[in-house]
């Protein structure tokens, strides 16, 4: 078994759907990935395989981050939770661990807005 999509203990693969933003590219380039994938390698070779795979056009990723939304609720806002405004922080993947912490963050709360 390919040590980049074993299954994690005790936890179920679960498919989650995620919108690739290239520097390059107007368009956001969608994927549905695994959290099996626990490497940062196999993680940059799905997302370039499946990018040839729908453009026919080979990729290489250098660098991939993430963005984690959030809503300070500590800020004075007239509807509460959903008046708030949303913010974002930038997370880049440098090494495995980032890439579990990615799917963690994901899994805490599946329903957040893409």
Known sequence: MNVSTRP???SVPKA???SVKFHSDDEPFYIELNNTLTTLRSLKRRIEVMYHYKYARQIKIDKLAYSESYIDLAS?????????PRKYDWHELKNDEDVEEMFNCIEIDPKFPR
């Open 8 to 10: 994690i203990p005790n």
């Open 16 to 18: 989650h759907q995620f």
């Open 76 to 84: 004075d806002h007239v509807g509460g939770y959903n008046d708030a």
